[in-house]
């Protein structure tokens, strides 16, 4: 129950392209739904974040959609460049004072020119 | 000051060495967490301090020992490790989670840590 189940494992975009990667869990009481983007030989970075009271969120170019009933979230990338090129994780928190981060297995995004 | 600063970048030890890996952060932050990363994995948590307390361990071998000696610090101290230790370990911090804070955590670009 403590999964995340992230897909595609790997995506090839064209530049211009729009990358969408999904993620599903079944944990309930995850009240914390970030993406970290992660390239090779650093840590993860927070992307964007959402709460499960919202819908989409939107900053720049990335998009995440939350589903709550379908117990799906999704990040949207418009308008891909070559830059964005890296490894995508998204993750959910435990609600209240639970800290961990479980974390989807990656998905390898790679922007083509 | 928005970084979490991790040294070494690199570490290479044998199996009978001691080692350490420190961790440093100036947000503020109650909050600190070691990760352990294998190639194209997800990070795992290791262990958790709040407030300078060990609040979570995640069954972690012995041979990894950590400390916390003040609110800004967080290290990792090796012994006996063995090659499948081999990895990225990942510093983090975050604020407590409150309605105000989410969590976020702050990661450090890691040591890479080969055990011959």
């Known amino acids: 129950q403590q999964q995340v189940k992230q897909s595609p494992q790997s995506l090839i975009v064209q530049k211009g392209g729009i990358s969408i990667i999904n993620c599903a869990y079944e944990?309930?009481?995850?009240?914390?739904f970030p993406w970290y983007q992660q390239f090779p030989g650093k840590g993860p970075a927070l992307l964007i974040a959402?709460?499960?009271?919202?819908s989409e969120k939107k900053e720049g170019r990335f998009t995440i959609s939350f589903n709550k009933s379908a117990k799906q979230f999704s990040l949207h990338i418009m308008d891909s460049q070559p830059g964005d090129s890296a490894t995508y994780f998204c993750?959910?928190?435990?609600?209240?004072?639970?800290?961990?981060?479980?974390f989807g297995k990656g998905t390898l995004l790679t922007v083509n020119p | 000051d928005t970084e979490v600063t991790q040294t070494p970048k690199h570490l290479v030890m044998g199996m009978t060495n001691k080692k350490s890996l420190k961790c440093e952060q100036h947000?503020?932050?109650?909050?600190m967490y070691w990760y352990k990363q294998k190639a194209k994995k997800p990070p795992e948590l290791m262990f958790v301090?709040?407030?300078?307390?060990?609040?979570i361990n995640e069954s972690v071998p012995s041979r990894f020992s950590p400390e916390c000696p003040n609110s800004s610090l967080l290290n990792l101290h090796l012994h006996a490790l063995q090659p499948e230790d081999s990895a990225l370990y990942l510093c983090?911090?975050?604020?407590?989670?409150?309605?105000?804070?989410?969590?976020?955590?702050?990661f450090g670009e890691g040591s890479r840590l080969t055990v011959l």
């Open positions: 993750a959910a928190k435990g609600g209240g004072s639970n800290y961990k981060l479980t």
């Open positions: 301090y709040s407030y300078e307390k060990l609040s």
């Open positions: 959402i709460r499960p009271d919202v």
């Open positions: 947000m503020g932050h109650r909050a």
């Open positions: 944990n309930t009481a995850f009240d914390y």
């Open positions: 983090a911090s975050s604020f407590r989670d409150t309605p105000t804070n989410t969590g976020e955590l702050f």
